[in-house]
């Protein structure tokens, strides 16, 4: 009696579900929008169609499917599946977990499928937890997670999943989804009789940004707030969806890893001396609620790394970007931050001053610590004199052309060249003043006037 209770109280909650929940695919057949991680001949679907699975890190945005895939990834083995998330769990919770994966492990010979929502927001030692009944085959570890498990998840229990990146769904087949919980009697709205306007399903489907819970929200909404015409069908026009859809966030991160990616698109853009795709990403950052004077520093970096000297006022630009972004705050700043976008992609481009820096710096780490040449130390004591600091020093300025000839890098590093101008933009004139400077030194070569200092 007390299952049957229980499987009439199963059946109420069900149906009580929202409609993303009960339209969830319920075969691998059913599963649309993922075939570079489900398609045939993938690893997970060799995998799974071998009855071999393996602990997996499933990577993707949200409403891409991960849970529903995990639970599909169990049923296909048989085993018992058990879902907790990293938001509402820690160390104890897990402990109580494994012990019953050993249980169960020790009583039917069978593995436990354990799914981790959110793994990311476990910590290190949290995620060690798991490491050991991994290893051992104690568990099978579904970990589902938004983020980079690059960066998020262990790098020994990551050597032990198998990483499956699910994509945004593509609008055709978000199409197909809300197309099949319309037609659905059974788990979907077949029974209402929904019909869904031309209009209305193409801005729904653009709203949903590749989510399909976002999607099957907005229907469910729309569909219920959509009064039964004199033949008892819901007509749901645009303005209905409109009506309850809520702006959408759209695919930025600030605070994970799309917010690494969408600022290296900036850059790129820029370096690419494309203004319109440098527009675009900045205002999808700016539209994704990030920090105006993070973006404000990132575009002063890309003054110096990407236009450098071949337009030396592009720095200037940036800085005065940053200025203004700093004392008028948002959203006034935001012009001076398109201004200096706009100026930096189409500026000239020359990341020659970045590439001299880095040369210079290697030969900084690498190369023998020479003493800095006496003739170009300050002779600021009687004692540094007559080390000879100073001697032989010679005057720019009282020089014609204010150069003297003389050197001064270190002995082993003499003839080095770090900065080689570009031929763009103002780099050109100073690759031309480098030229003719680079003659007259020739001409005036100073002897090196001594090694190093005497002793006292």
Same mark, same amino acid.
């Given at each position: 009696?007390? @299952? ?6 199963? +059946?109420?909650?069900?149906? /009580? ?12 057949? +059913? ?24 602990? $997996? ?11 529903? $895939?995990?639970?599909?990834?169990? #049923? ?34 069978? /593995?436990?499928?354990?799914?981790? @929502? ?33 960066? +998020? ?5 990551? #050597? ?10 593509p609008e055709d087949d978000l199409r197909a989804i809300v197309r099949r919980a319309l037609a659905d009697r059974e788990r979907g709205l077949g029974a209402l009789a929904v019909r869904l306007e031309p209009e209305a399903e193409s801005a729904l489907v653009r ?67 494309? %203004? ?5 990403? $900045? ?98 004591? %009687? ?12 005057? +720019?300025? @009282?020089?014609?052309?204010?150069? #003297? ?37 020739? /001409? ?13």
């Amino acid at each position: 009696m007390a @299952d049957l209770f229980a499987a009439a109280g199963e +059946e109420r909650r069900r149906a /009580r579900a929202p409609l993303a929940e009960r339209m969830r695919p319920r075969t691998l057949a +059913e599963v649309v929008g993922q075939e570079g991680a489900l398609g045939h001949g993938t690893p997970l679907r060799r995998m799974l169609e071998e009855d071999r699975l393996a602990s $997996l890190i499933l990577w993707g945005p949200p409403g891409s499917g991960k849970t529903t $895939l995990a639970r599909l990834c169990a #049923s296909r083995t048989g085993a018992r599946f058990v879902a907790f998330s990293a938001v509402t769990s820690g160390i104890a919770e897990i402990k109580a977990v494994i012990a019953a994966a050993r249980e169960d492990l020790g009583m039917t010979g069978n /593995r436990m499928v354990l799914f981790v @929502d959110e793994i990311h927001r476990f910590n290190r030692a949290q995620q060690d937890a798991f490491l050991p009944h991994v290893e051992d085959g104690t568990i099978v570890l579904l970990g589902a997670t938004t983020e980079n498990p690059s960066f +998020e998840v262990n790098s020994a229990l990551l #050597s032990r999943c198998l990483v499956v990146v699910l994509g945004r769904i593509p609008e055709d087949d978000l199409r197909a989804i809300v197309r099949r919980a319309l037609a659905d009697r059974e788990r979907g709205l077949g029974a209402l009789a929904v019909r869904l306007e031309p209009e209305a399903e193409s801005a729904l489907v653009r709203a949903a940004n590749g989510d399909a819970r976002v999607a099957l929200a907005v229907l469910e909404s729309a569909a219920s707030a959509a009064a039964p015409g004199p033949d008892g069908a819901r007509a749901v026009a645009r303005a209905g969806v409109e009506a309850v859809l809520q702006r959408p966030a759209g695919l930025y991160d600030k605070s994970g890893e799309e917010h690494y990616n969408v600022i290296s698109a900036l850059h790129k853009s820029v370096r690419g001396s494309d %203004p319109d795709a440098a527009l675009y990403w $900045l205002a999808r950052m700016l539209e994704g609620g990030e920090d105006p004077l993070y973006v404000a520093r990132r575009v002063v970096r890309m003054a110096s790394e990407d236009v450098g000297l071949a337009d030396p006022r592009g720095l200037v630009v940036a800085v005065a970007a940053y200025q203004a972004v700093h004392f008028l705050g948002m959203p006034e700043g935001d012009a001076a931050l398109a201004e200096a976008v706009v100026y930096l992609a189409t500026a000239p481009k020359s990341n020659r001053v970045c590439s001299a820096l880095g040369a210079a710096r290697r030969d900084a780490r690498e190369e023998e610590a020479l003493p800095v040449p006496l003739h170009i130390r300050n002779a600021e004591t %009687p004692l540094m004199r007559k080390l000879g600091y100073g001697a032989g020093y010679v005057y +720019e300025h @009282d020089e014609a052309d204010h150069l #003297s000839g003389q050197e001064f890098l270190p002995e082993n590093l003499r003839g080095r060249r770090y900065y080689e101008p570009s031929p763009h933009g103002e780099e050109a004139r100073i690759r031309e003043r480098l030229e003719k400077w680079a003659e007259i030194r020739a /001409r005036k070569r100073v002897p090196d006037p001594g090694g190093p200092p005497a002793s006292p």
